[in-house]
Protein backbone atom coordinates (compact mmCIF):
# COMPACT_ATOMS: atom_id res chain seq x y z
CA UNK A 1 0.00 0.00 0.00
CA UNK A 2 1.63 3.59 -1.16
CA UNK A 3 0.36 6.80 0.16
CA UNK A 4 0.56 10.38 -1.13
CA UNK A 5 0.20 13.47 0.43
CA UNK A 6 -0.43 15.27 -2.99
CA UNK A 7 -2.39 14.64 -6.13
CA UNK A 8 -0.62 16.31 -10.00
CA UNK A 9 -3.38 18.69 -11.36
CA UNK A 10 -3.77 18.16 -14.88
CA UNK A 11 -5.87 20.95 -16.75
CA UNK A 12 -9.38 19.83 -17.79
CA UNK A 13 -9.73 19.62 -20.97
CA UNK A 14 -13.71 20.81 -22.17
CA UNK A 15 -15.39 20.16 -24.70
CA UNK A 16 -16.31 22.87 -27.04
CA UNK A 17 -19.86 24.58 -26.26
CA UNK A 18 -22.00 23.93 -28.51
CA UNK A 19 -23.53 27.24 -30.61
CA UNK A 20 -26.27 28.85 -29.09
CA UNK A 21 -29.04 28.57 -31.22
CA UNK A 22 -31.19 32.16 -32.57
CA UNK A 23 -33.40 34.03 -30.22
CA UNK A 24 -36.48 32.83 -32.24
CA UNK A 25 -35.67 28.83 -32.38
CA UNK A 26 -35.30 29.26 -28.49
CA UNK A 27 -38.71 30.82 -28.51
CA UNK A 28 -40.17 28.55 -30.86
CA UNK A 29 -38.87 25.51 -28.67
CA UNK A 30 -40.13 27.46 -25.39
CA UNK A 31 -43.41 27.88 -26.95
CA UNK A 32 -43.46 24.05 -28.03
CA UNK A 33 -42.74 23.36 -24.04
CA UNK A 34 -45.20 25.19 -22.11
CA UNK A 35 -48.65 24.81 -22.21
CA UNK A 36 -49.58 28.02 -19.98
CA UNK A 37 -47.81 29.94 -23.55
CA UNK A 38 -49.37 27.90 -25.59
CA UNK A 39 -53.08 28.00 -23.65
CA UNK A 40 -52.80 32.33 -24.30
CA UNK A 41 -51.36 31.98 -27.64
CA UNK A 42 -54.95 29.71 -28.61
CA UNK A 43 -56.97 32.81 -26.41
CA UNK A 44 -55.29 35.92 -27.87
CA UNK A 45 -55.58 34.17 -31.49
CA UNK A 46 -59.41 33.20 -30.68
CA UNK A 47 -60.13 36.73 -29.44
CA UNK A 48 -58.51 38.24 -32.73
CA UNK A 49 -60.29 35.66 -34.90
CA UNK A 50 -63.53 36.60 -32.81
CA UNK A 51 -62.86 40.48 -32.95
CA UNK A 52 -61.97 40.32 -36.84
CA UNK A 53 -65.07 38.32 -37.61
CA UNK A 54 -67.49 40.59 -35.88
CA UNK A 55 -66.33 43.55 -37.37
CA UNK A 56 -66.28 42.40 -41.24
CA UNK A 57 -69.40 40.93 -40.20
CA UNK A 58 -70.82 44.48 -39.13
CA UNK A 59 -68.85 46.41 -41.80
CA UNK A 60 -70.71 44.16 -44.08
CA UNK A 61 -74.19 44.62 -43.16
CA UNK A 62 -73.68 48.34 -42.89
CA UNK A 63 -72.10 48.53 -46.68
CA UNK A 64 -75.27 46.06 -47.36
CA UNK A 65 -77.92 48.51 -45.68
CA UNK A 66 -75.97 51.79 -46.65
CA UNK A 67 -78.32 52.12 -49.29
CA UNK A 68 -81.79 51.66 -48.31
CA UNK A 69 -81.19 53.04 -44.78
CA UNK A 70 -78.25 55.26 -44.03
CA UNK A 71 -77.76 57.33 -48.01
CA UNK A 72 -80.91 58.50 -47.67
CA UNK A 73 -80.40 60.08 -44.34
CA UNK A 74 -77.16 61.23 -45.22
CA UNK A 75 -78.15 62.92 -48.44
CA UNK A 76 -81.28 64.81 -46.92
CA UNK A 77 -78.06 66.27 -43.58
CA UNK A 78 -76.25 67.25 -46.42
CA UNK A 79 -78.73 69.55 -47.83
CA UNK A 80 -79.79 70.75 -44.86
CA UNK A 81 -76.50 72.00 -44.81
CA UNK A 82 -75.84 73.54 -47.92
CA UNK A 83 -79.59 75.33 -47.07
CA UNK A 84 -77.88 76.73 -44.39
CA UNK A 85 -75.17 78.16 -45.98
CA UNK A 86 -76.56 79.53 -49.08
CA UNK A 87 -80.26 80.35 -48.09
CA UNK A 88 -80.56 82.40 -50.78
CA UNK A 89 -79.10 80.71 -53.39
CA UNK A 90 -75.87 82.32 -52.87
CA UNK A 91 -73.59 81.12 -50.40
CA UNK A 92 -72.33 83.00 -47.46
CA UNK A 93 -68.79 83.02 -46.00
CA UNK A 94 -69.78 83.83 -43.03
CA UNK A 95 -72.31 81.38 -42.65
CA UNK A 96 -69.68 77.92 -43.72
CA UNK A 97 -67.24 79.20 -41.34
CA UNK A 98 -69.86 79.22 -38.32
CA UNK A 99 -70.98 75.92 -39.41
CA UNK A 100 -67.21 74.67 -39.63
CA UNK A 101 -66.78 76.22 -36.12
CA UNK A 102 -69.70 73.77 -34.66
CA UNK A 103 -69.67 70.55 -36.44
CA UNK A 104 -66.45 68.63 -37.54
CA UNK A 105 -66.73 69.39 -41.19
CA UNK A 106 -65.02 70.65 -44.28
CA UNK A 107 -66.45 73.07 -46.78
CA UNK A 108 -65.10 73.54 -50.28
CA UNK A 109 -67.26 76.29 -52.55
CA UNK A 110 -66.07 77.15 -55.88
CA UNK A 111 -67.59 79.18 -58.72
CA UNK A 112 -67.95 82.13 -60.53
CA UNK A 113 -67.90 84.69 -57.42
CA UNK A 114 -66.53 82.86 -54.26
CA UNK A 115 -63.52 80.64 -53.96
CA UNK A 116 -63.27 79.63 -50.39
CA UNK A 117 -61.96 76.30 -48.62
CA UNK A 118 -62.34 75.85 -44.45
CA UNK A 119 -59.00 73.43 -44.47
CA UNK A 120 -56.96 74.54 -47.07
CA UNK A 121 -54.37 72.73 -45.79
CA UNK A 122 -56.11 69.01 -46.09
CA UNK A 123 -55.54 67.38 -49.25
CA UNK A 124 -59.01 66.95 -51.32
CA UNK A 125 -60.77 63.77 -50.35
CA UNK A 126 -59.67 60.59 -52.17
CA UNK A 127 -62.86 60.44 -54.74
CA UNK A 128 -61.77 64.15 -56.02
CA UNK A 129 -58.23 63.33 -57.11
CA UNK A 130 -57.01 62.14 -60.49
CA UNK A 131 -58.36 58.68 -61.87
CA UNK A 132 -55.10 58.43 -63.57
CA UNK A 133 -52.61 59.74 -60.92
CA UNK A 134 -54.19 57.79 -58.79
CA UNK A 135 -53.45 54.21 -60.43
CA UNK A 136 -49.57 54.99 -60.42
CA UNK A 137 -49.13 56.45 -57.16
CA UNK A 138 -51.14 54.55 -55.11
CA UNK A 139 -53.18 51.33 -55.54
CA UNK A 140 -55.68 52.19 -53.01
CA UNK A 141 -56.92 55.64 -54.15
CA UNK A 142 -57.99 54.12 -57.26
CA UNK A 143 -60.51 51.76 -55.44
CA UNK A 144 -61.67 54.63 -53.16
CA UNK A 145 -65.08 54.40 -54.44
CA UNK A 146 -67.54 55.75 -57.17
CA UNK A 147 -66.65 59.33 -57.82
CA UNK A 148 -70.44 59.63 -59.04
CA UNK A 149 -71.89 58.73 -56.06
CA UNK A 150 -69.79 60.78 -54.12
CA UNK A 151 -70.46 63.71 -55.55
CA UNK A 152 -74.55 62.53 -54.94
CA UNK A 153 -74.28 62.50 -51.28
CA UNK A 154 -71.80 65.40 -50.69
CA UNK A 155 -71.55 67.84 -53.39
CA UNK A 156 -74.39 70.41 -53.75
CA UNK A 157 -74.90 73.25 -56.59
CA UNK A 158 -77.22 76.10 -56.11
CA UNK A 159 -79.09 78.29 -58.10
CA UNK A 160 -76.03 81.16 -59.54
CA UNK A 161 -74.21 78.55 -60.49
CA UNK A 162 -71.68 77.69 -57.34
CA UNK A 163 -70.81 74.10 -55.96
CA UNK A 164 -70.31 73.48 -52.67
CA UNK A 165 -68.51 70.26 -51.04
CA UNK A 166 -68.92 69.04 -47.85
CA UNK A 167 -66.53 66.72 -46.17
CA UNK A 168 -65.03 65.58 -42.34
CA UNK A 169 -62.58 67.22 -40.67
CA UNK A 170 -59.38 65.06 -40.50
CA UNK A 171 -57.67 67.19 -37.30
CA UNK A 172 -60.56 65.65 -35.32
CA UNK A 173 -58.97 62.50 -35.61
CA UNK A 174 -55.90 63.45 -35.66
CA UNK A 175 -56.51 65.04 -31.97
CA UNK A 176 -56.95 61.99 -30.65
CA UNK A 177 -53.35 60.03 -31.19
CA UNK A 178 -52.95 58.48 -28.07
CA UNK A 179 -56.08 56.50 -28.48
CA UNK A 180 -54.02 54.10 -29.84
CA UNK A 181 -51.26 53.80 -27.26
CA UNK A 182 -53.93 52.67 -24.80
CA UNK A 183 -55.37 50.44 -26.99
CA UNK A 184 -52.15 48.67 -26.89
CA UNK A 185 -51.60 48.81 -23.70
CA UNK A 186 -54.97 47.99 -22.68
CA UNK A 187 -54.42 44.84 -24.64
CA UNK A 188 -50.66 44.29 -22.83
CA UNK A 189 -52.40 44.44 -19.78
CA UNK A 190 -55.49 41.84 -20.71
CA UNK A 191 -52.35 39.63 -22.21
CA UNK A 192 -50.96 39.66 -19.07
CA UNK A 193 -53.91 39.30 -17.25
CA UNK A 194 -54.93 36.29 -19.19
CA UNK A 195 -50.77 34.58 -18.70
CA UNK A 196 -51.36 35.19 -14.99
CA UNK A 197 -55.07 33.71 -14.79
CA UNK A 198 -53.89 30.50 -16.85
CA UNK A 199 -50.30 29.92 -15.05
CA UNK A 200 -52.70 30.16 -11.15
CA UNK A 201 -55.14 27.85 -13.28
CA UNK A 202 -52.29 25.26 -14.07
CA UNK A 203 -50.03 26.09 -10.79
CA UNK A 204 -51.20 22.60 -9.45
CA UNK A 205 -49.49 21.12 -12.35
CA UNK A 206 -46.28 22.25 -10.66
CA UNK A 207 -46.71 21.15 -7.59
CA UNK A 208 -48.41 17.27 -9.17
CA UNK A 209 -44.81 17.32 -11.34
CA UNK A 210 -42.73 18.15 -7.84
CA UNK A 211 -44.90 15.29 -5.91
CA UNK A 212 -44.38 13.00 -8.58
CA UNK A 213 -39.88 13.39 -8.53
CA UNK A 214 -40.51 13.16 -4.54
CA UNK A 215 -42.36 10.11 -4.60
CA UNK A 216 -40.03 8.73 -7.56
CA UNK A 217 -36.99 9.78 -5.16
CA UNK A 218 -39.11 7.32 -1.99
CA UNK A 219 -39.61 10.22 -0.14
CA UNK A 220 -43.69 9.83 0.50
CA UNK A 221 -44.01 11.81 3.83
CA UNK A 222 -45.12 15.09 1.81
CA UNK A 223 -48.22 14.85 -0.26
CA UNK A 224 -49.07 16.28 -3.23
CA UNK A 225 -51.77 19.60 -1.89
CA UNK A 226 -54.88 19.56 -3.46
CA UNK A 227 -56.41 22.85 -3.63
CA UNK A 228 -60.49 22.67 -2.56
CA UNK A 229 -60.27 19.31 -1.77
CA UNK A 230 -64.55 19.22 -0.69
CA UNK A 231 -64.45 19.75 -4.70
CA UNK A 232 -61.79 19.69 -6.23
CA UNK A 233 -61.46 20.17 -10.71
CA UNK A 234 -59.32 18.17 -12.58
CA UNK A 235 -56.30 18.43 -11.92
CA UNK A 236 -57.13 18.41 -8.00
CA UNK A 237 -58.63 14.52 -8.73
CA UNK A 238 -55.76 13.89 -10.87
CA UNK A 239 -53.06 14.72 -7.18
CA UNK A 240 -55.91 12.82 -5.11
CA UNK A 241 -55.18 9.61 -7.64
CA UNK A 242 -51.65 10.39 -7.31
CA UNK A 243 -51.60 10.67 -3.47
CA UNK A 244 -53.65 7.40 -3.29
CA UNK A 245 -51.00 6.30 -5.45
CA UNK A 246 -48.10 7.14 -3.20
CA UNK A 247 -49.32 6.04 -0.19
CA UNK A 248 -50.38 2.29 -1.76
CA UNK A 249 -46.65 1.92 -2.51
CA UNK A 250 -45.30 3.34 0.45
CA UNK A 251 -47.30 0.82 2.46
CA UNK A 252 -45.79 -2.08 -0.14
CA UNK A 253 -42.35 -1.03 0.83
CA UNK A 254 -42.82 -1.17 4.43
CA UNK A 255 -44.34 -4.39 4.02
CA UNK A 256 -41.17 -5.45 2.11
CA UNK A 257 -39.23 -3.75 4.58
CA UNK A 258 -40.57 -5.77 7.15
CA UNK A 259 -40.51 -8.63 6.01
CA UNK A 260 -36.93 -8.68 4.76
CA UNK A 261 -36.13 -7.26 8.67
CA UNK A 262 -38.35 -10.27 9.87
CA UNK A 263 -36.30 -13.14 7.92
CA UNK A 264 -33.54 -11.67 8.51
CA UNK A 265 -33.37 -11.65 12.41
CA UNK A 266 -34.87 -15.24 11.89
CA UNK A 267 -31.94 -16.60 9.58
CA UNK A 268 -29.69 -15.25 12.69
CA UNK A 269 -30.23 -17.99 15.48
CA UNK A 270 -29.89 -20.48 12.25
CA UNK A 271 -26.43 -19.38 11.23
CA UNK A 272 -25.15 -18.81 14.63
CA UNK A 273 -25.94 -22.56 15.49
CA UNK A 274 -24.32 -23.88 12.30
CA UNK A 275 -21.32 -22.01 12.46
CA UNK A 276 -20.82 -23.34 15.71
CA UNK A 277 -21.65 -26.86 14.92
CA UNK A 278 -19.34 -26.37 11.98
CA UNK A 279 -16.56 -25.25 14.46
CA UNK A 280 -17.34 -28.19 16.24
CA UNK A 281 -16.15 -30.57 13.46
CA UNK A 282 -13.15 -32.05 14.06
CA UNK A 283 -9.90 -30.58 12.04
CA UNK A 284 -8.94 -33.81 10.37
CA UNK A 285 -7.45 -33.36 6.56
CA UNK A 286 -10.05 -35.06 5.21
CA UNK A 287 -12.79 -32.80 6.61
CA UNK A 288 -10.81 -29.33 6.87
CA UNK A 289 -11.42 -28.21 3.19
CA UNK A 290 -15.53 -28.91 3.69
CA UNK A 291 -15.12 -27.28 7.27
CA UNK A 292 -13.60 -24.41 5.66
CA UNK A 293 -15.91 -23.94 2.55
CA UNK A 294 -18.72 -24.27 5.20
CA UNK A 295 -17.44 -21.49 7.41
CA UNK A 296 -17.10 -19.09 4.16
CA UNK A 297 -20.39 -19.49 2.65
CA UNK A 298 -21.92 -18.88 6.81
CA UNK A 299 -19.75 -15.82 6.74
CA UNK A 300 -21.12 -14.92 3.48
CA UNK A 301 -24.69 -15.14 4.34
CA UNK A 302 -24.28 -13.64 7.99
CA UNK A 303 -22.88 -10.71 6.17
CA UNK A 304 -25.64 -10.48 3.75
CA UNK A 305 -27.87 -10.38 6.63
CA UNK A 306 -26.05 -8.07 8.55
CA UNK A 307 -25.67 -5.56 5.07
CA UNK A 308 -29.90 -6.17 4.74
CA UNK A 309 -30.26 -4.94 8.29
CA UNK A 310 -27.97 -2.02 8.09
CA UNK A 311 -30.10 -0.69 4.65
CA UNK A 312 -32.95 -1.28 6.52
CA UNK A 313 -32.07 0.98 9.11
CA UNK A 314 -30.13 3.52 6.78
CA UNK A 315 -33.34 3.82 4.57
CA UNK A 316 -35.62 3.88 7.34
CA UNK A 317 -37.64 7.60 8.36
CA UNK A 318 -35.86 7.43 11.86
CA UNK A 319 -31.85 6.32 10.76
CA UNK A 320 -29.72 7.83 13.70
CA UNK A 321 -25.61 8.19 13.00
CA UNK A 322 -23.78 8.14 16.05
CA UNK A 323 -21.61 11.18 15.15
CA UNK A 324 -17.89 11.95 16.61
CA UNK A 325 -15.38 14.13 15.86
CA UNK A 326 -13.21 12.36 12.38
CA UNK A 327 -9.86 12.62 10.90
CA UNK A 328 -10.98 11.41 7.39
CA UNK A 329 -7.31 10.83 5.85
CA UNK A 330 -6.47 8.74 9.44
CA UNK A 331 -9.87 6.84 9.27
CA UNK A 332 -9.15 5.67 5.25
CA UNK A 333 -5.63 4.30 6.78
CA UNK A 334 -7.11 2.45 9.24
CA UNK A 335 -9.59 1.18 6.64
CA UNK A 336 -6.71 0.04 4.35
CA UNK A 337 -4.47 -1.31 6.76
CA UNK A 338 -7.59 -3.65 7.33
CA UNK A 339 -7.89 -4.36 4.11
CA UNK A 340 -4.52 -5.63 3.47
CA UNK A 341 -4.61 -8.04 6.43
CA UNK A 342 -7.31 -10.14 4.11
CA UNK A 343 -6.33 -9.28 0.85
CA UNK A 344 -3.37 -9.18 -0.84
CA UNK A 345 -4.18 -6.52 -3.46
CA UNK A 346 -5.10 -4.35 -1.00
CA UNK A 347 -1.95 -3.22 -0.38
CA UNK A 348 -1.41 -1.60 -3.81
CA UNK A 349 -3.96 0.89 -3.59
CA UNK A 350 -2.61 4.26 -4.04
CA UNK A 351 -4.18 6.74 -1.39
CA UNK A 352 -4.34 10.64 -2.26
CA UNK A 353 -4.83 12.95 0.81
CA UNK A 354 -5.27 16.81 0.62
CA UNK A 355 -2.74 18.70 3.17
CA UNK A 356 -4.88 20.24 6.01
CA UNK A 357 -8.38 18.53 5.84
CA UNK A 358 -10.79 19.14 7.85
CA UNK A 359 -11.93 17.17 11.30
CA UNK A 360 -15.57 16.31 10.63
CA UNK A 361 -18.08 14.83 13.41
CA UNK A 362 -18.72 11.83 11.54
CA UNK A 363 -20.39 8.08 12.10
CA UNK A 364 -17.19 6.33 12.28
CA UNK A 365 -19.13 2.75 11.53
CA UNK A 366 -20.89 3.58 8.45
CA UNK A 367 -18.26 5.53 7.37
CA UNK A 368 -16.03 2.77 7.80
CA UNK A 369 -18.44 0.23 6.12
CA UNK A 370 -18.56 2.51 3.30
CA UNK A 371 -15.15 2.70 2.24
CA UNK A 372 -14.42 -1.17 2.71
CA UNK A 373 -17.48 -1.55 0.42
CA UNK A 374 -16.30 1.33 -1.99
CA UNK A 375 -12.67 -0.35 -2.11
CA UNK A 376 -13.87 -4.23 -2.17
CA UNK A 377 -15.84 -2.96 -5.02
CA UNK A 378 -12.93 -1.45 -6.85
CA UNK A 379 -10.42 -4.15 -6.03
CA UNK A 380 -12.87 -7.26 -7.25
CA UNK A 381 -13.76 -5.78 -10.56
CA UNK A 382 -9.85 -4.52 -11.59
CA UNK A 383 -7.83 -7.64 -10.81
CA UNK A 384 -5.39 -7.67 -13.37
CA UNK A 385 -5.55 -4.01 -14.60
CA UNK A 386 -2.12 -2.07 -15.50
CA UNK A 387 -2.83 0.27 -12.41
CA UNK A 388 -3.68 0.13 -8.93
CA UNK A 389 -7.06 1.39 -7.32
CA UNK A 390 -6.77 4.87 -5.89
CA UNK A 391 -8.57 6.47 -3.30
CA UNK A 392 -8.49 10.35 -3.03
CA UNK A 393 -9.73 12.50 -0.16
CA UNK A 394 -10.85 16.17 -0.54
CA UNK A 395 -12.41 18.95 1.09
CA UNK A 396 -15.17 20.38 -0.09
CA UNK A 397 -15.53 24.41 -1.34
CA UNK A 398 -17.48 25.42 1.34
CA UNK A 399 -14.84 23.77 4.34
CA UNK A 400 -17.69 22.01 5.90
CA UNK A 401 -17.29 18.22 4.66
CA UNK A 402 -15.32 16.25 2.12
CA UNK A 403 -15.16 14.64 -1.44
CA UNK A 404 -13.93 10.96 -1.53
CA UNK A 405 -13.65 9.22 -4.70
CA UNK A 406 -12.84 5.71 -5.45
CA UNK A 407 -11.60 4.40 -9.44
CA UNK A 408 -10.46 1.64 -10.58
CA UNK A 409 -9.28 0.54 -13.83
CA UNK A 410 -11.54 -2.15 -14.99
CA UNK A 411 -13.58 -2.54 -17.91
CA UNK A 412 -16.46 -0.46 -16.53
CA UNK A 413 -20.19 -0.45 -16.99
CA UNK A 414 -22.55 -0.20 -20.00
CA UNK A 415 -23.41 3.48 -20.10
CA UNK A 416 -27.21 2.88 -19.78
CA UNK A 417 -26.83 1.03 -16.50
CA UNK A 418 -24.97 3.52 -14.51
CA UNK A 419 -28.23 5.07 -13.07
CA UNK A 420 -29.25 1.94 -11.73
CA UNK A 421 -25.58 1.31 -9.61
CA UNK A 422 -26.80 1.78 -5.86
CA UNK A 423 -30.04 0.39 -6.39
CA UNK A 424 -30.84 -2.35 -3.52
CA UNK A 425 -29.64 -5.81 -5.61
CA UNK A 426 -28.84 -4.49 -9.00
CA UNK A 427 -25.74 -6.15 -10.77
CA UNK A 428 -24.65 -5.55 -14.51
CA UNK A 429 -25.19 -8.39 -16.74
CA UNK A 430 -21.87 -7.72 -17.69
CA UNK A 431 -18.50 -7.12 -16.63
CA UNK A 432 -19.28 -7.17 -13.05
CA UNK A 433 -21.36 -10.09 -12.48
CA UNK A 434 -22.41 -13.29 -9.49
CA UNK A 435 -19.61 -14.34 -10.43
CA UNK A 436 -17.03 -11.73 -9.55
CA UNK A 437 -19.06 -11.76 -6.03
CA UNK A 438 -21.61 -9.59 -4.30
CA UNK A 439 -25.31 -9.28 -4.15
CA UNK A 440 -25.74 -5.84 -5.28
CA UNK A 441 -25.86 -4.10 -1.78
CA UNK A 442 -22.18 -3.15 -1.56
CA UNK A 443 -22.50 0.26 -3.43
CA UNK A 444 -26.72 0.93 -2.05
CA UNK A 445 -25.31 0.91 1.13
CA UNK A 446 -22.72 3.70 0.11
CA UNK A 447 -25.15 5.51 -1.51
CA UNK A 448 -27.98 5.33 1.66
CA UNK A 449 -24.28 6.25 4.09
CA UNK A 450 -24.14 9.45 2.16
CA UNK A 451 -27.21 10.33 2.29
CA UNK A 452 -27.75 10.11 5.97
CA UNK A 453 -24.70 12.07 5.77
CA UNK A 454 -26.02 15.09 3.95
CA UNK A 455 -24.05 13.93 0.66
CA UNK A 456 -24.39 12.97 -2.42
CA UNK A 457 -23.23 9.33 -4.52
CA UNK A 458 -21.96 9.70 -8.24
CA UNK A 459 -21.10 6.79 -10.09
CA UNK A 460 -19.57 7.61 -13.94
CA UNK A 461 -17.53 5.66 -15.81
CA UNK A 462 -13.78 7.05 -15.84
CA UNK A 463 -12.87 5.07 -19.32
CA UNK A 464 -10.83 3.08 -17.69
CA UNK A 465 -12.35 1.59 -15.02
CA UNK A 466 -15.43 3.28 -12.69
CA UNK A 467 -15.23 6.28 -10.54
CA UNK A 468 -17.55 6.61 -7.49
CA UNK A 469 -17.78 9.90 -5.83
CA UNK A 470 -18.88 10.33 -2.73
CA UNK A 471 -19.37 13.95 -0.41
CA UNK A 472 -19.86 13.61 3.44
CA UNK A 473 -20.78 16.85 5.27
CA UNK A 474 -20.32 17.88 8.79
CA UNK A 475 -22.98 17.53 11.19
Not at 53 to 74: C, D, N
Not at 387 to 396: D, E, N, T
Request: with cysteine; net charge positive; proline share 6%.
Amino acid sequence: MSTGTSEGKRAPVSAPTPPRPPWYRRAVQKLRCSLKLRLVMVFLLLAMAMSFTFISGAQKAFSVGWREAARPLLQDYVTRLATEVAPAGTPSVERAQALVQRLPLTIDITGPQTQWRSHPEQAHAYWRRDRSRALHTDADDAGWGDEQDWQALLVRKTADGHRIEFGVDEAVFDRRPRLIGYTLVALLVLTLLAFLYVRRLLRPLDDIRQGAQRFGAGEFQQPIAVRHPEGPDELGELAATINTMGQDIQQMLEAQRALLLAISHELRSPLTRARLNVELLPESNEVQPQREALLRDLSEMARLISDLLESERLAGRHQALQREPTDPAALAREVLDELAVTQAAARGIVLHAESGLPTLALDRIRVRLLLRNLLDNALRHSAGAPQPVALHLRALPTGQGIELEVRDHGAGVPEEQLPQLGQAFFRPDSARTRSAGGVGLGLYLCRLVAQAHGGTFVVRNARPGLSVTVTLRDG
